[in-house]
């Protein structure tokens, strides 16, 4: 639990500080840069023993700004795990076994991330192992065309997945020009391609593996200038790189936007409205009022989702999200439907509250009761070295600082009534709602 971690007040290296009655984030940190651009965040805590090391790339696939090359990002997630010279595939998984270390990667739309848990004993191999690989990565085309198999393979099966292919459809639908348009996965063109794009593949790690994109997040039983003098001696060779995306911005939606799936298997029917949406803000109101919007009018204890899932039974799930993005993205209303007949009337009741939501004030003590469970759920998920690192992680990842977290909260903290109206009369608007719908052959088509 929390209560095993020392709750101290913060210690920013002067980035950013907070009196403690504001504070959300409760454990002492430092940042600091080394030359090349690598940032380091050191996390101690009082858990004994146990250290997480947390790499985070500032590249996802928001970052495959060329045509027909989607899906590197996620790529390369597989690719680091080839090994190199000096610590080849089996070598390397020897370290992490001996260590008794967990071990994986995640890729989203901003973001990669490879993360290890393990004993304090072994943070110097450890990090000496993982500057290795992100320094001296090794690979041929052979490799591309191995991992490229597993890459469709994964592909092949989040396609059978009905939930995923109405996400696949809601982006292609709703952007027309921004990365977004694609998933993580990338288009099934470019994943069937990959083998073919040995070059290109060296490109995009040469330009996205540079220490200017990328974060060291290390937490748990640790001495922060011990870590940042091993830090300086595997890392601080790394080299900094020149390139800059020129991530397609977005024009204005001009008119709502529908698409229809038609799954070949039976299947629950599903809907999903979508808004667009504005980017992460750690100072602007819009983004936090929108995901308070979310969870007020559409979480389990809402009279929409009382009224659809627990009396009517319409609906056997039913949920918002707005999820946090480095650049303007998609507020979403999702609904599994019990019967196909259902569709139009459980849209009318998703819109009518939408429509509610821009003329009408929600309860100010609703709004607070939400915000305070939305400041104390936060810290409460920080309960070991691992959801520490993670948590720091999704954030780093937005604004490359740690003190981006209170900043956040301390915007949510001062949301009103009048500025959760305000955002669902800027944001939740026809000209801007993108409708997907999809069936199974007992379905018919809307």
Not at 200 to 209: A, G, L
Not at 361 to 381: D, G, H, M, T, V
Request: negative net charge; charged residues 25%.
């Amino acid at each position: 639990m929390i209560a095993r971690f020392a709750l101290s007040a913060c210690v920013v290296c002067g980035l950013f500080t907070a009196n403690a009655q504001q504070k959300t984030f409760p454990f002492p940190y430092t940042e600091s840069d080394l030359e090349n651009g690598l940032r380091l965040i050191t996390i101690p805590t009082d858990a004994p023993n146990l250290v997480s090391v947390y790499v985070v790339v500032q590249t996802g696939s928001r970052n495959e700004v060329e045509p027909g090359k989607t899906g590197f990002a996620h790529l390369f997630e597989h690719m680091m795990f080839r090994g190199t010279e000096k610590y080849p595939a089996k070598r390397y998984g020897e370290v992490l076994q001996n260590a008794g270390a967990a071990s994986n990667a995640y890729t989203s739309d901003d973001l990669t991330v490879y993360h290890t848990t393990f004993s304090k004993d072994d943070l110097p191999e450890i990090l000496a192992m993982e500057a290795d690989r992100f320094q001296n990565l090794k690979f041929t085309p052979e490799d591309i065309r191995t991992e490229a198999g597993a890459v469709l393979g994964e592909y092949n099966k989040n396609s059978s997945d009905p939930s995923r292919k109405i996400d696949e459809v809601l982006r292609e639908t709703a952007f027309d020009r921004h990365t977004y348009k694609h998933t993580t996965m990338g288009f099934e063109a470019d994943v069937r391609d990959m083998p073919n794009q040995f070059d290109y593949s060296q490109k995009f790690f040469d330009r996205y593996y540079r220490p200017e994109y990328a974060t060291l997040v290390v937490t748990g039983d640790i001495d922060p200038k011990a870590v940042r003098a091993l830090v300086d001696k595997s890392w601080g060779s790394w080299k900094h790189g020149s390139y800059h995306p020129d991530i397609p911005a977005e024009p204005p939606q001009n008119g709502p936007r529908t698409a229809h799936v038609d799954w070949p298997q039976a299947t629950l029917p599903m809907l999903n409205i979508a808004f667009r949406a504005p980017a992460y803000s750690d100072t602007s109101k819009d983004a936090a009022a929108l995901y308070m919007l979310g969870r007020l009018a559409f979480s389990q204890t809402s009279p929409l989702y009382q009224k659809l899932v627990v009396t009517e039974q319409k609906l056997d799930s039913f949920s918002a999200s707005f999820p946090r993005r480095v650049d303007p993205s998609l507020f979403r209303v999702s609904a599994r439907l019990k019967n196909p007949a259902d569709m139009d009337y459980v849209q009318s009741e998703i819109l009518k509250t939408i429509a509610s939501l821009r003329e009408t004030l929600l309860p100010e003590a609703q709004l607070n009761a939400a915000k305070s469970r939305e400041r104390y759920a936060f810290p409460l998920q920080l309960d070991n070295s691992d959801s520490l690192a993670d948590a720091v992680a999704g954030f780093v990842a937005l604004a490359r600082t740690t003190g981006t977290i209170d900043k956040y909260y301390a915007v949510l903290a001062s949301l009103t009534p009048e500025d959760l109206r305000d955002a669902a009369r800027k944001y939740l608007t026809e000209t801007s709602r993108t409708t997907v719908t999809l069936t199974g052959p007992e379905g018919g088509k809307k």
